[in-house]
DNA sequence: TCTTAATGTTTACGTCCGTAATCGTAATGT
DNA sequence: ACATTACGATTACGGACGTAAACATTAAGA
Protein backbone atom coordinates (compact mmCIF):
# COMPACT_ATOMS: atom_id res chain seq x y z
CA UNK A 1 0.00 0.00 0.00
CA UNK A 2 0.96 3.43 -0.54
CA UNK A 3 0.76 6.53 1.67
CA UNK A 4 -2.74 7.42 2.60
CA UNK A 5 -3.46 10.89 4.24
CA UNK A 6 -0.90 10.91 6.79
CA UNK A 7 2.09 10.47 4.85
CA UNK A 8 3.98 13.05 2.50
CA UNK A 9 2.10 12.57 -0.83
CA UNK A 10 4.07 10.04 -3.34
CA UNK A 11 5.73 11.54 -6.32
CA UNK A 12 4.22 11.98 -9.27
CA UNK A 13 6.41 9.94 -11.51
CA UNK A 14 6.50 11.11 -15.55
CA UNK A 15 4.69 8.27 -17.07
CA UNK A 16 1.80 9.25 -14.48
CA UNK A 17 1.90 12.86 -15.17
CA UNK A 18 1.23 12.33 -19.01
CA UNK A 19 -2.11 11.03 -17.46
CA UNK A 20 -2.43 14.10 -14.94
CA UNK A 21 -2.04 16.67 -17.71
CA UNK A 22 -4.98 15.10 -19.97
CA UNK A 23 -7.31 14.60 -16.60
CA UNK A 24 -6.17 18.51 -15.63
CA UNK A 25 -7.27 19.29 -19.19
CA UNK A 26 -10.55 17.96 -19.22
CA UNK A 27 -12.15 15.86 -16.31
CA UNK A 28 -13.65 13.93 -15.46
CA UNK A 29 -13.16 10.96 -17.66
CA UNK A 30 -13.38 7.53 -18.12
CA UNK A 31 -10.20 5.27 -18.69
CA UNK A 32 -11.04 4.68 -22.36
CA UNK A 33 -11.04 8.61 -22.95
CA UNK A 34 -7.76 9.12 -20.70
CA UNK A 35 -6.81 6.45 -23.07
CA UNK A 36 -7.92 7.66 -26.49
CA UNK A 37 -5.84 11.42 -25.59
CA UNK A 38 -3.00 10.19 -24.39
CA UNK A 39 -2.39 7.83 -26.99
CA UNK A 40 -1.78 11.21 -29.52
CA UNK A 41 1.50 11.80 -27.50
CA UNK A 42 2.46 8.18 -26.06
CA UNK A 43 1.51 5.54 -27.80
CA UNK A 44 0.12 3.64 -25.01
CA UNK A 45 -2.51 0.56 -24.54
CA UNK A 46 -5.71 0.18 -22.20
CA UNK A 47 -4.08 -1.82 -19.99
CA UNK A 48 -0.99 0.40 -19.39
CA UNK A 49 -2.95 3.51 -18.75
CA UNK A 50 -5.30 1.46 -16.48
CA UNK A 51 -2.10 0.32 -14.79
CA UNK A 52 -1.80 4.59 -14.58
CA UNK A 53 -4.69 5.52 -13.50
CA UNK A 54 -4.59 3.16 -10.48
CA UNK A 55 -1.27 3.97 -9.28
CA UNK A 56 -2.36 7.73 -9.51
CA UNK A 57 -5.79 6.96 -7.43
CA UNK A 58 -2.87 4.75 -4.75
CA UNK A 59 -1.43 7.83 -4.47
CA UNK A 60 -3.96 10.13 -3.71
CA UNK A 61 -3.77 12.18 -6.69
CA UNK A 62 -6.54 11.18 -9.03
CA UNK A 63 -10.40 10.80 -7.44
CA UNK A 64 -12.45 8.04 -8.93
CA UNK A 65 -16.39 8.35 -9.16
CA UNK A 66 -18.39 5.69 -10.01
CA UNK A 67 -20.53 5.81 -12.57
CA UNK A 68 -22.55 2.70 -13.49
CA UNK A 69 -20.28 0.29 -13.70
CA UNK A 70 -17.37 2.34 -14.30
CA UNK A 71 -15.52 4.89 -12.79
CA UNK A 72 -14.84 9.08 -13.48
CA UNK A 73 -11.19 10.19 -13.68
CA UNK A 74 -10.45 13.71 -12.13
CA UNK A 75 -7.40 15.25 -10.53
CA UNK A 76 -7.32 15.55 -7.02
CA UNK A 77 -4.13 17.71 -6.90
CA UNK A 78 -3.92 20.42 -8.88
CA UNK A 79 -1.79 21.17 -11.68
CA UNK A 80 0.01 24.36 -9.82
CA UNK A 81 0.34 22.63 -6.69
CA UNK A 82 2.46 19.81 -9.03
CA UNK A 83 4.27 22.53 -10.83
CA UNK A 84 5.03 24.73 -7.89
CA UNK A 85 6.29 21.40 -6.09
CA UNK A 86 8.24 20.02 -9.31
CA UNK A 87 9.85 23.69 -9.37
CA UNK A 88 10.85 24.58 -5.96
CA UNK A 89 12.54 20.61 -5.72
CA UNK A 90 14.42 21.91 -8.62
CA UNK A 91 15.44 25.00 -7.22
CA UNK A 92 16.20 23.60 -3.77
CA UNK A 93 18.20 20.63 -5.17
CA UNK A 94 20.40 22.87 -7.41
CA UNK A 95 20.48 26.10 -6.70
CA UNK A 96 20.49 26.44 -3.55
CA UNK A 97 16.86 27.52 -2.91
CA UNK A 98 17.14 30.52 -4.68
CA UNK A 99 14.91 31.26 -7.65
CA UNK A 100 17.14 34.35 -8.54
CA UNK A 101 20.22 31.84 -9.51
CA UNK A 102 17.90 29.57 -11.46
CA UNK A 103 16.71 32.79 -13.40
CA UNK A 104 20.50 33.98 -13.24
CA UNK A 105 21.21 30.69 -14.69
CA UNK A 106 18.94 30.23 -17.38
CA UNK A 107 19.38 34.19 -18.33
CA UNK A 108 23.74 33.17 -19.00
CA UNK A 109 22.93 29.99 -20.89
CA UNK A 110 20.59 31.27 -23.90
CA UNK A 111 17.89 30.04 -22.81
CA UNK A 112 15.95 33.38 -22.13
CA UNK A 113 14.86 34.85 -25.77
CA UNK A 114 14.39 38.38 -26.25
CA UNK A 115 10.89 37.69 -26.57
CA UNK A 116 11.05 35.70 -22.72
CA UNK A 117 13.28 38.75 -21.61
CA UNK A 118 10.73 41.34 -22.50
CA UNK A 119 7.82 39.50 -21.03
CA UNK A 120 9.56 39.11 -18.27
CA UNK A 121 10.43 42.43 -17.49
CA UNK A 122 6.45 43.19 -18.01
CA UNK A 123 5.75 40.72 -15.09
CA UNK A 124 8.09 42.62 -13.30
CA UNK A 125 6.17 45.55 -13.87
CA UNK A 126 3.19 44.13 -12.59
CA UNK A 127 4.32 42.82 -9.53
CA UNK A 128 5.80 45.63 -8.22
CA UNK A 129 2.41 47.59 -9.75
CA UNK B 1 26.45 -2.08 -20.09
CA UNK B 2 25.05 1.40 -20.62
CA UNK B 3 25.69 3.96 -23.40
CA UNK B 4 28.81 4.65 -24.57
CA UNK B 5 30.12 7.59 -26.46
CA UNK B 6 27.57 7.41 -28.86
CA UNK B 7 23.75 7.48 -27.73
CA UNK B 8 22.82 10.14 -25.19
CA UNK B 9 24.01 10.86 -21.93
CA UNK B 10 22.54 8.85 -19.45
CA UNK B 11 20.65 10.67 -16.88
CA UNK B 12 22.57 11.19 -13.23
CA UNK B 13 20.66 10.24 -10.36
CA UNK B 14 19.66 12.26 -6.89
CA UNK B 15 22.50 10.10 -5.37
CA UNK B 16 24.66 10.01 -7.95
CA UNK B 17 24.37 13.76 -7.90
CA UNK B 18 24.78 14.11 -4.81
CA UNK B 19 28.95 12.50 -5.52
CA UNK B 20 29.04 14.70 -8.45
CA UNK B 21 29.04 18.02 -6.32
CA UNK B 22 31.45 17.13 -4.40
CA UNK B 23 33.68 16.05 -6.85
CA UNK B 24 32.99 19.32 -8.67
CA UNK B 25 33.59 21.04 -5.53
CA UNK B 26 37.44 20.00 -5.26
CA UNK B 27 38.86 16.99 -7.83
CA UNK B 28 40.63 14.94 -8.39
CA UNK B 29 39.38 12.90 -5.15
CA UNK B 30 40.00 9.38 -4.06
CA UNK B 31 36.67 7.47 -3.36
CA UNK B 32 37.51 7.06 0.05
CA UNK B 33 37.62 11.29 -0.15
CA UNK B 34 34.67 11.75 -1.48
CA UNK B 35 33.35 9.61 0.63
CA UNK B 36 33.86 11.48 3.74
CA UNK B 37 33.12 14.53 1.65
CA UNK B 38 29.48 13.04 1.10
CA UNK B 39 28.97 11.67 4.35
CA UNK B 40 28.55 15.29 5.86
CA UNK B 41 25.34 15.33 4.22
CA UNK B 42 24.56 11.56 3.47
CA UNK B 43 25.40 8.70 6.39
CA UNK B 44 26.41 6.83 3.18
CA UNK B 45 28.99 3.57 4.07
CA UNK B 46 32.48 3.81 1.49
CA UNK B 47 30.59 0.41 -0.34
CA UNK B 48 27.80 2.66 -1.07
CA UNK B 49 29.97 5.75 -2.79
CA UNK B 50 32.18 2.76 -4.19
CA UNK B 51 28.84 2.05 -6.56
CA UNK B 52 27.71 5.13 -6.89
CA UNK B 53 31.36 6.60 -8.64
CA UNK B 54 31.53 3.07 -10.72
CA UNK B 55 28.08 3.72 -12.20
CA UNK B 56 29.00 7.32 -12.80
CA UNK B 57 31.92 6.39 -14.26
CA UNK B 58 29.78 4.39 -16.32
CA UNK B 59 27.67 6.81 -17.55
CA UNK B 60 30.63 8.88 -18.81
CA UNK B 61 30.18 11.22 -16.33
CA UNK B 62 33.46 10.76 -14.23
CA UNK B 63 36.95 10.17 -15.56
CA UNK B 64 39.15 7.92 -13.08
CA UNK B 65 42.99 8.60 -13.47
CA UNK B 66 44.85 5.88 -11.94
CA UNK B 67 47.37 6.65 -9.08
CA UNK B 68 49.41 3.73 -7.99
CA UNK B 69 46.53 1.09 -7.05
CA UNK B 70 44.09 3.20 -6.55
CA UNK B 71 41.85 5.75 -8.60
CA UNK B 72 41.53 9.24 -8.61
CA UNK B 73 37.94 10.51 -9.60
CA UNK B 74 37.07 13.82 -11.89
CA UNK B 75 33.89 14.86 -13.51
CA UNK B 76 33.63 14.73 -16.94
CA UNK B 77 30.32 16.65 -17.56
CA UNK B 78 30.71 20.23 -16.48
CA UNK B 79 27.82 21.44 -12.94
CA UNK B 80 26.97 23.96 -15.22
CA UNK B 81 26.32 21.71 -18.03
CA UNK B 82 24.27 19.23 -15.69
CA UNK B 83 22.10 22.13 -14.16
CA UNK B 84 21.51 23.59 -17.85
CA UNK B 85 20.23 20.24 -18.87
CA UNK B 86 17.89 19.62 -15.47
CA UNK B 87 16.89 23.15 -15.89
CA UNK B 88 15.67 22.93 -19.70
CA UNK B 89 14.12 19.62 -18.68
CA UNK B 90 12.07 21.21 -16.86
CA UNK B 91 11.02 23.96 -18.21
CA UNK B 92 10.42 21.93 -21.64
CA UNK B 93 8.22 19.28 -19.26
CA UNK B 94 6.37 21.74 -16.94
CA UNK B 95 6.19 25.14 -19.12
CA UNK B 96 5.94 24.32 -22.64
CA UNK B 97 9.69 25.08 -23.32
CA UNK B 98 8.70 28.91 -22.03
CA UNK B 99 11.48 30.00 -19.97
CA UNK B 100 8.80 33.19 -19.20
CA UNK B 101 6.12 30.33 -17.98
CA UNK B 102 8.33 29.23 -15.62
CA UNK B 103 9.51 32.77 -13.99
CA UNK B 104 5.62 33.83 -14.16
CA UNK B 105 4.56 30.69 -12.14
CA UNK B 106 7.28 31.46 -9.65
CA UNK B 107 6.54 35.17 -9.44
CA UNK B 108 2.85 34.18 -8.95
CA UNK B 109 3.34 31.60 -5.90
CA UNK B 110 5.42 33.99 -3.36
CA UNK B 111 8.74 31.72 -4.28
CA UNK B 112 10.07 34.75 -5.46
CA UNK B 113 11.25 37.61 -2.88
CA UNK B 114 11.53 40.89 -2.87
CA UNK B 115 15.33 40.59 -2.85
CA UNK B 116 15.02 37.74 -5.37
CA UNK B 117 13.05 39.87 -7.55
CA UNK B 118 15.35 43.04 -7.27
CA UNK B 119 18.39 40.57 -7.83
CA UNK B 120 16.56 39.93 -11.50
CA UNK B 121 15.75 43.12 -12.10
CA UNK B 122 19.52 43.82 -11.85
CA UNK B 123 20.32 40.98 -13.91
CA UNK B 124 17.90 42.04 -16.69
CA UNK B 125 19.68 45.22 -16.77
CA UNK B 126 23.03 43.86 -17.17
CA UNK B 127 21.62 41.34 -19.93
CA UNK B 128 20.79 44.15 -21.94
CA UNK B 129 23.46 46.60 -20.89
C1' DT C 1 -29.80 -17.70 -21.65
C1' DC C 2 -25.26 -17.77 -23.62
C1' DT C 3 -21.66 -15.25 -25.57
C1' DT C 4 -19.13 -11.16 -25.92
C1' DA C 5 -17.53 -6.69 -24.89
C1' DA C 6 -16.17 -3.40 -21.39
C1' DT C 7 -13.87 -2.32 -17.18
C1' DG C 8 -11.45 -2.49 -12.87
C1' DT C 9 -7.92 -5.58 -10.35
C1' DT C 10 -3.98 -8.59 -10.02
C1' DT C 11 0.11 -10.27 -11.61
C1' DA C 12 4.27 -9.87 -14.51
C1' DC C 13 8.72 -8.52 -15.90
C1' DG C 14 12.78 -6.04 -17.22
C1' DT C 15 15.27 -1.83 -15.77
C1' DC C 16 16.93 1.73 -12.75
C1' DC C 17 17.86 3.37 -8.15
C1' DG C 18 19.41 3.36 -3.33
C1' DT C 19 22.01 0.95 -0.37
C1' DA C 20 25.29 -2.25 0.56
C1' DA C 21 27.90 -6.90 1.36
C1' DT C 22 31.14 -9.89 -0.68
C1' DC C 23 34.99 -11.20 -3.61
C1' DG C 24 39.46 -10.93 -5.77
C1' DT C 25 43.76 -8.94 -5.73
C1' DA C 26 47.51 -6.35 -4.60
C1' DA C 27 50.10 -3.70 -1.07
C1' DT C 28 51.74 -3.22 3.53
C1' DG C 29 53.01 -4.26 8.11
C1' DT C 30 55.37 -7.70 11.19
C1' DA D 1 56.30 -15.50 4.34
C1' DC D 2 51.80 -14.42 6.26
C1' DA D 3 48.06 -11.78 7.98
C1' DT D 4 45.75 -7.63 7.41
C1' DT D 5 44.30 -3.79 4.85
C1' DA D 6 42.85 -1.06 0.97
C1' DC D 7 40.68 -0.95 -3.27
C1' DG D 8 38.06 -1.80 -7.43
C1' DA D 9 34.64 -5.12 -9.32
C1' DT D 10 30.79 -8.22 -8.88
C1' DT D 11 26.64 -9.50 -6.95
C1' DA D 12 22.44 -8.55 -4.15
C1' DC D 13 18.00 -7.01 -3.10
C1' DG D 14 13.82 -4.45 -2.25
C1' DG D 15 11.13 -0.77 -4.25
C1' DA D 16 9.63 2.22 -8.06
C1' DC D 17 8.69 2.69 -13.00
C1' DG D 18 7.29 1.69 -17.76
C1' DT D 19 4.74 -1.30 -20.11
C1' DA D 20 1.44 -4.64 -20.46
C1' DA D 21 -1.03 -9.35 -20.30
C1' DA D 22 -4.25 -12.21 -17.69
C1' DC D 23 -8.22 -12.45 -14.66
C1' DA D 24 -12.70 -11.41 -12.66
C1' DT D 25 -17.03 -9.37 -13.02
C1' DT D 26 -20.79 -7.50 -15.01
C1' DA D 27 -23.61 -5.42 -18.56
C1' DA D 28 -25.33 -5.89 -23.10
C1' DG D 29 -26.34 -8.10 -27.42
C1' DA D 30 -27.99 -12.26 -30.03
Redesign the interface.
Known amino acids: MSNREDTKPDRISEAE ?1 AVMEVLWDKSPLTAADVCDEVSKARGWSLATVKTLLGRLANKGAVETRPDGRRFLYSPIIAR ?1 EY ?2 G ?3 R ?2 D ?3 GG ?3 S ?6 E ?1 E ?2 SD ?3 S ?3 A ?2 QE ?2 Q
Open positions: YVVDESRLVRLFRASLFAHLANALKDIEIELLIK
